[in-house]
């Protein structure tokens, strides 16, 4: 059962425009709401994240918007560059033992 | 500071052989993870450990094992190699309450 459901798989956008990833949980007790980036050949690192206190969380070209009573997040990247070309993956998870149940990740390709 | 580090990089296993994956951190977290990724399925958590001597199964624990002697160090035993278990492995360390995960670069493990 996959807890975290992240669509799309695949997303080729033209330099200078809006990537938007979503996602969607069905477990009301997650509290931490977390995006990772991957390049090929490294491991995922952190991104951005929120927790559902917040609805709308910026750190730079990098938004995260959150939908509580839909149950459902989702990352836009405003001017998208080549340089974010990489696998993004949103994850959530409960507090305390920190097992963070991840998204099947996003292919983002930014075309010149 | 090296972060996460996992040995090795990459490895070719015959059917029925074992191996151990190493992994090390040295941020002093006490949360350890092991993940595998298949493409299209994005991460699964295969064992945690919330600190020494403590360890649980998570999502796909069948046909791995792992120990936790010390903070620093979370190997990954893998016995009876199958085909199934061709996958990228990634081992990470977080240090508190809905912190962020540190991932390795991964092992790229094959089993022919």
């Known amino acids: 059962q996959q807890q975290v459901k992240q669509s799309p798989q695949s997303l080729i956008v033209q330099k200078g425009g809006i990537s938007i990833i979503n996602c969607a949980y069905e477990?009301?007790?997650?509290?931490?709401f977390p995006w990772y980036q991957q390049f090929p050949g490294k491991g995922p690192a952190l991104l951005i994240a929120?927790?559902?206190?917040?609805s709308e969380k910026k750190e730079g070209r990098f938004t995260i918007s959150f939908n509580k009573s839909a149950k459902q997040f989702s990352l836009h990247i405003m001017d998208s560059q080549p340089g974010d070309s990489a696998t993004y993956f949103c994850?959530?998870?409960?507090?305390?033992?920190?097992?963070?149940?991840f998204g099947i990740g996003t292919k983002l390709q930014v075309i010149p | 500071n090296a972060g996460v580090t996992q040995t090795p990089k990459f490895r070719i296993l015959k059917i029925g052989q074992s191996m151990t994956l190493q992994c090390a951190q040295d941020?002093?977290?006490?949360?350890m993870y092991w993940y595998r990724q298949d493409p299209g399925m994005g991460l699964k958590l295969i064992y945690y450990?919330?600190?020494?001597?403590?360890?649980d199964k998570g999502e796909v624990p069948n046909g791995y094992n792992v120990s936790r002697s010390t903070t620093e160090d979370f190997p990954l035993r893998l016995e009876l190699a199958a085909p199934s278990q061709t996958s990228v492995y990634f081992c990470?360390?977080?240090?508190?309450?809905?912190?962020?995960?540190?991932f390795g670069n991964g092992t790229r493990l094959t089993v022919t």
């Open positions: 990470a360390s977080g240090d508190s309450y809905n912190s962020p995960l540190h």
């Open positions: 477990n009301t007790a997650f509290d931490y």
């Open positions: 929120i927790r559902p206190d917040v």
């Open positions: 994850a959530a998870s409960i507090g305390g033992y920190q097992k963070v149940t």
């Open positions: 941020m002093n977290h006490n949360y």
């Open positions: 450990s919330v600190g020494a001597g403590i360890t």
